[in-house]
């Protein structure tokens, strides 16, 4: 089975948000299905970063040589070794898995209450087949909502007709990967992550996933502020102390069911 994580503070601020009220009736929850951060993500390139296993079995964070500012996610899988379980033990069922069997498995392990799903608080889509196994979920349980962020944007395109097809599965290009140029090229709804407010210009600002996870702006871009754990003296690190939390994510642990 694989292991659902419970909402964190940002996504459960879904629950004050009009328009997804309808997934969340008869008490249905919010949850995400969390994969190994940078291992599962093969067009990352500003954001990669990977917990790394030493020979001593303590886990170390990785920067990618690209990296301008490091993976919230990743930096949770060094400080929790239950939450680096987790989304290891996600990634390791799915990998190397037919298309079918991914599906089955998603839809055998998706809690019965669940009305709203965030595909990768940690992790990405890494191959054409397991989007297309998110896709499928999306079609049997036309009642729930899923939504994400993706680098994985060939394999977007290759579904696109499918997707948009789909009122309730709602992706978000998420700017700072290795295909960004066809975040423009093919009109993509896309992400950026600023270092300050004054950066987003023009575009709203996220700062609770309302704007990623509802239908009616699935065509409008926004900002992310940076949140995170980031390197002590990056450009990134002085950014999110001028911003004083702003971006953070919360800091309570990941929990899974």
């Not at 328009?19 to 299905?33: H, M, V």
């Not at 407010?197 to 940076?226: T, Y």
Request: hydrophobic share 35%; net charge positive; with cysteine.
């Amino acid at each position: 089975m694989l292991k659902f994580s419970n909402a964190n503070a940002k996504t459960e601020a879904l629950k004050q948000v009009p328009e997804l009220a309808g997934y969340l009736t008869d008490k249905r929850k919010i949850y995400s299905l969390d994969l190994l951060s940078g291992y599962s993500c093969p067009f990352a390139k500003a954001c990669l970063s990977k917990a790394v296993v030493q020979s001593d079995g303590r886990r170390k964070i990785k920067d990618g040589k690209d990296n301008e500012f490091r993976c919230f996610s990743a930096s949770q899988e060094v400080q929790y070794t239950n939450v680096y379980n987790s989304r290891k033990h996600n990634f390791d069922m799915l990998r190397g898995e037919h298309l079918n069997d991914m599906t089955h498995m998603l839809n055998q392990s998706m809690p019965d209450n669940l009305g709203i799903c965030r595909i990768h608080v940690a992790g990405d889509f890494f191959s054409a087949d397991y989007m297309y196994s998110w896709l499928v979920m999306a079609m049997m349980h036309q009642d729930r909502l899923f939504y994400a962020y993706t680098k994985s944007l060939k394999y977007w395109l290759k579904h696109m007709e499918a997707i948009d097809q789909l009122p309730n599965f709602v992706l978000t290009a998420s700017y700072g990967g290795r295909d960004d140029e066809l975040i423009a090229e093919h009109g993509l709804r896309s992400a950026k992550v600023i270092f300050s407010e004054a950066e987003a210009g023009d575009l709203e600002i996220d700062h609770d996933d309302s704007h990623a996870a509802r239908p009616s702006l699935k065509n409008q871009d926004f900002a992310l502020l940076i949140h995170g754990t980031q390197p002590k003296g990056s450009e990134a690190a002085t950014a999110l102390k001028q911003l004083k939390g702003k971006g953070s994510y919360s800091r309570k642990k990941p929990t899974t069911v």
